[in-house]
């Protein structure tokens, strides 16, 4: 379902969009939105972005430009959730408040990560399948496991990558 209140831009490609669930958030021109997606109100997404299927984007989480989301990544926006208030009533909004996440441009997101709040993922970083990003990620670096830790530089690799392919 895609609400009224959500704003696309320009070319937008939601393949399946009665199989969403898109409600107050902002998705940037040419970006792509696949299959069981949840973006929150408050959440925006960039402009030339892959969100693959089964990715949750909770409110307060900002991707910018031209960052790929593995299928099933977490986000999260409270550092202790929790279902009651101190007196045992539910909780609404008025409990907590949002804790805002950042994804800079060009990040990838490899799938089954869990994005903790209040943190940012650096320009150009590359985060592991299946990591815990439990801190800041500094531009271009590669992390992973659980808590995830820096493992490479994307640039060393695409050097590296450069060179093999080039002695072939």
Same mark, same amino acid.
């Given at each position: 379902?895609?609400?009224?209140? #959500?704003?696309?831009?320009?070319?937008?490609?939601?393949?399946?969009?009665?199989? #969403?669930?898109?409600?107050?958030?902002?998705?940037?021109?040419?970006?792509?939105?696949?299959?069981?997606?949840?973006?929150?109100?408050?959440?925006?997404?960039?402009?030339?972005?892959?969100?693959?299927?089964?990715?949750?984007?909770?409110?307060?989480?900002?991707?910018?430009?031209?960052?790929?989301?593995?299928?099933?990544?977490?986000?999260?926006?409270?550092?202790?959730?929790?279902?009651?208030?101190?007196?045992?009533?539910?909780?609404?909004?008025?409990?907590?408040?949002?804790?805002?996440?950042?994804?800079?441009?060009?990040?990838?997101?490899?799938?089954?990560?869990?994005?903790?709040?209040?943190?940012?993922?650096?320009?150009?970083?590359?985060?592991?399948?299946?990591?815990?990003?439990?801190?800041?990620?500094?531009?271009?670096?590669? #992390?992973?496991?659980?808590?995830?830790?820096?493992?490479?530089?994307?640039?060393?690799?695409?050097?590296?990558?450069?060179? #093999?392919?080039?002695?072939?």
């Amino acid at each position: 379902m895609i609400k009224e209140n #959500v704003i696309l831009g320009e070319g937008v490609a939601i393949y399946h969009p009665e199989l #969403v669930n898109l409600y107050g958030c902002i998705i940037g021109e040419n970006s792509r939105i696949g299959t069981f997606v949840e973006i929150q109100k408050g959440a925006s997404v960039g402009a030339r972005c892959k969100i693959s299927s089964h990715t949750f984007i909770c409110e307060g989480v900002d991707i910018e430009d031209g960052v790929f989301v593995g299928h099933g990544v977490m986000f999260t926006n409270d550092i202790y959730p929790k279902a009651v208030n101190p007196e045992g009533d539910l909780q609404t909004e008025a409990d907590w408040q949002v804790v805002k996440t950042r994804v800079k441009a060009r990040a990838s997101i490899g799938s089954n990560a869990t994005i903790l709040c209040g943190i940012t993922i650096g320009e150009g970083a590359l985060i592991g399948a299946g990591a815990v990003v439990t801190r800041d990620v500094p531009d271009y670096a590669i #992390v992973a496991g659980v808590p995830a830790r820096v493992v490479g530089d994307v640039r060393m690799r695409e050097k590296e990558a450069a060179t #093999v392919t080039s002695l072939a």
